[in-house]
């Protein structure tokens, strides 16, 4: 069987390319990227897919609070936040592609 990517995946995946691609040299490995520098390189694909999908970031299904109690916030995934972790899977994943070659099987 042959499946085909989502579309948003042919989007989203050069721009993680690219990214790693800058922020990276060839002997950088993942355990020295800080949780600071992850959060940067998913910021910087998200803007830029923001940029060239605006509905991304515009769900407006996508609300933090509900009913009257503004005091409790509820876990809602909308379109920004998975999103945002697709990114996140796609970055570790070219991550820890690139450094299997630093690890011998």
Not at 28 to 43: A, F, L, N, R, W
Not at 51 to 57: K, S, T
């Amino acid at each position: 069987m042959s499946y085909d990517y989502p579309e948003l995946y042919y989007r989203i995946y050069p721009k993680v390319i690219s990214r790693v691609n800058e922020h990276l040299n060839e002997n950088c490995s993942m355990e020295e990227i800080t949780k600071e520098q992850m959060e940067k390189m998913v910021d910087d694909i998200y803007i830029k897919m923001v940029e060239e999908c605006p509905e991304i970031h515009e769900d407006p299904y996508e609300r933090r609070y509900r009913g009257r109690v503004r005091g409790t916030q509820n876990i809602f995934f909308g379109r920004s936040r998975i999103t945002r972790d697709l990114i996140t899977i796609l970055l570790i994943s070219e991550l820890l592609r690139r450094n299997r070659s630093f690890f011998p099987l």
